[in-house]
């Protein structure tokens, strides 16, 4: 499956953006959405996963009722709501896709497949 991140932007503190990740490719209802994000300097890191059915979704605790995955299998694409932004969500963001394996914990992938990022700024 190809990944397509987008959305992206400069935001003032305290604002909103949704990402949106378009697939195509393969069935995209098969495979877990994961949203990634690495800031300067920084490793990157986990911020959401959400299921196939878009039944279950998995936050990072720094973006914890903030943030809200979730996906439109119809249209292929998932999305990343943001909320109360601050600078500390500065990077780049980027989605990935995961079958996973059997046995293991659904969020956790692994995420084979990723999207080319899409820059986020957060300014004070």
């Known amino acids: 499956v190809q990944l397509q991140a987008s959305g992206g932007g400069l935001v003032q503190d305290g604002g909103s953006l949704r990402l949106s990740c378009a697939a195509s490719g393969r069935t995209f209802s098969n495979y877990v959405i994961g949203w990634f994000r690495q800031a300067p300097g920084k490793e990157r890191e986990f911020v959401a996963a959400?299921?196939?059915?878009?039944?279950?979704?998995y936050y990072a605790d720094s973006v914890k009722g903030r943030f809200t995955i979730f996906r439109d299998n119809a249209r292929n694409t998932g999305y990343l709501q943001m909320n109360s932004l601050n600078g500390e969500d500065t990077a780049v963001y980027y989605c990935?896709?995961?079958?996973?394996?059997?046995?293991?914990?659904?969020?956790?992938?692994?995420?084979?497949?990723w999207g080319q990022g899409t820059q986020v700024t957060v300014s004070s």
């Open positions: 959400i299921n196939w059915s878009g039944g279950m979704t």
């Open positions: 990935a896709a995961a079958i996973p394996r059997l046995g293991s914990t659904w969020y956790t992938g692994p995420f084979t497949y």
